[in-house]
């Protein structure tokens, strides 16, 4: 979603489709709610219970994104979402490389997404409690 912010926000059309039924689920209320209004004031559409099944590129070269309803449903009809440039956000996984090249040094800590991608406040819980500590 942040990705689609900052992009509307030069001014760049977007569309964001999600297999999940919801946005921001594992925001707190606030900051989802602060979310939402921000990407409905820059104009991001968001299309939310929708699987990504293919690309089609037509003779000009021009994409579309071909789209269905998820959970699958079979008498249900595709979108198609015309799209210059396709963004595909698939998750993500912590990188332990640096902490796990440290492990023989004294004092090193790991936090937020070395640990587990997680939200932010969880990072910030973890660099409070090691500061506590040092």
């Known amino acids: ?49 929708v699987e990504v099944v293919r690309f089609e590129t037509d003779e000009q070269g021009l994409t579309t994104v071909v789209a269905r309803p998820w959970p699958y ?27 796990d090249a440290l492990t023989d040094q004294p004092d090193v800590y790991t936090i937020g997404d070395c640990v587990k991608p997680r939200e932010v406040l969880d990072a910030v819980h973890e660099g409070f409690e090691v500061g506590r500590t040092v």
């Open 1 to 49: 979603m942040e990705t689609a912010e900052y992009l509307a926000g030069r001014g760049i059309r977007c569309i964001v489709v999600k297999r999940r039924p919801d946005i921001g689920g594992k925001l707190d209320p606030l900051a989802r709610a602060i979310l939402l209004r921000r990407l409905e004031s820059l104009g991001v559409q968001v299309r939310t219970g």
């Open 73 to 99: 449903q079979e008498d249900a009809s595709e979108l198609r979402f015309p799209a210059e440039t396709v963004i595909i956000g698939m998750g993500l996984r912590g990188d332990r490389s640096l902490a």
